[in-house]
């Protein structure tokens, strides 16, 4: 089955992508990812997933209260980012336990090799006393994630390419085992954005888990506008005047990446505006571009999560419309591999 089109469905190119809600979103994953989801969904058949159950991986960092009120959140700032809840289906993967009986049948096929392989595992693994095993099969349960939505494309943030091709040569290793059963997908990065960095280290991705530890490492989508001005205006640039982004330090590329993606103008003219100016004009015009971009999502979000009965509901029509494929792929599967009733 090459495309989701070819499996007999609409035209318009099925796309499946997700989040972990280890925390509020930050800047990268609206700028890598959720952002584009907005853009594209008009012209695409869209599932999007709070994937509550790759949060498990790391079980030591799980507060149980805490991981089903983000579930929701998550979900609201999706909503609140843009995504039309009536043009895309929006659900929490635990709420469709096809994802995880369908990682069992992934995990039997993934060999240790290429679980191994995978730079997340690795960089996740460093240092830490206890591995759970569900850290090393995490690509498992997200190719169940991709693939049990009959997926073309998966727009996501440069880190998850590698995790997308993995899951691309494990439909392919199934079909050698067992015949023909998903669609092939392909992984979607764009072209600005796919790798924000952190505003207190340019030379390290922005990410949740560092953010934790470190009040200047990340702009999160529910940050006050002083929150926004204190990290941004202390962001690592160098000791020059240089604005031009071909020539320009990782921390000021970042800066000016960062405008870019939310302004959306060409880079030329993103120079040309602060030319002749130092850093500090920089930071200041940055702080107001991102302060701008957040505050309709964040009135929306909480105009959402005001109405949590509404919000629920909302999810739970999304699991039964996600469960509707899910389930069909899952039952193709074990037809397959000669399990289930
Ligand atoms: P997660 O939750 O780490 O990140 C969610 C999305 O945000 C992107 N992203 C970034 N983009 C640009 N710059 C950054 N600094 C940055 N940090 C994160 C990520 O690339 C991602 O698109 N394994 C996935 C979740 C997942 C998934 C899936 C994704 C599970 N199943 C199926 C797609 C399809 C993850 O941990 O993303």
């Known amino acids: 089955m090459e495309t989701h089109a070819a499996a007999g469905a609409p035209q318009r190119p099925r796309v499946f992508s997700g989040m972990q809600p280890t925390s509020v979103l930050h800047l990268g994953n609206y700028l890598g990812a959720l952002k584009h989801w907005v853009a594209g969904q008009h012209e695409r058949d869209n599932v999007f997933c709070v994937v509550d159950l790759h949060v498990l991986t790391i079980p030591e960092a799980v507060d149980p209260a805490e991981l089903r009120a983000r579930s929701r959140s998550v979900a609201a700032l999706y909503l609140a980012a843009g995504i039309d809840p009536e043009r895309s289906t929006v659900f929490v993967q635990s709420h469709v336990p096809e994802h995880a009986e369908a990682s069992w049948l992934f995990n039997c096929v993934a060999p240790l090799g290429w679980l191994q392989r995978m730079t997340q595992f690795k960089a996740k693994t460093h240092g830490r006393e206890s591995i759970g095993s569900g850290l090393l099969t995490y690509p498992a349960l997200m190719a169940a994630d991709i693939l049990l939505h009959d997926t073309d494309e998966v727009p996501v943030g440069e880190d998850q390419m590698q995790h997308v091709e993995l899951t691309?040569?494990?439909?392919?290793?199934?079909?050698?085992?067992?015949?023909?059963?998903?669609?092939?997908?392909?992984?979607?990065?764009?072209?600005?954005?796919?790798?924000?960095?952190?505003?207190?280290?340019?030379?390290?991705?922005?990410?949740?888990?560092?953010?934790?530890?470190?009040?200047?490492?990340?702009?999160?989508l529910l940050d006050t506008p002083d929150a926004v001005r204190k990290t941004i205006m202390s962001a690592v640039t160098d000791s020059g005047r240089e604005l031009r982004f071909e020539h320009a330090s990782a921390g000021v590329r970042n800066l000016l990446t960062v405008w870019q993606s939310l302004d959306g103008r060409p880079m030329p003219e993103i120079e040309a505006e602060i030319a002749g100016r130092g850093y500090g004009d920089l930071k200041k015009r940055v702080v107001e571009v991102v302060v701008d971009a957040l505050e309709p999502i964040q009135s929306r979000y909480h105009a959402l999560m005001d109405d949590q009965a509404e919000l629920d509901a909302l999810l739970a029509r999304g699991a039964e419309r996600a469960r509707e494929t899910a389930s069909r792929t899952l039952a193709r599967m074990q037809a397959a591999v000669g399990v289930g009733a």
């Open 168 to 220: 691309r040569d494990l439909a392919v290793r199934f079909h050698h085992l067992f015949g023909e059963v998903f669609v092939l997908p392909r992984a979607v990065i764009p072209t600005a954005g796919a790798r924000i960095m952190g505003f207190d280290d340019p030379e390290a991705k922005m990410s949740k888990s560092t953010a934790e530890e470190r009040p200047g490492h990340a702009v999160f």
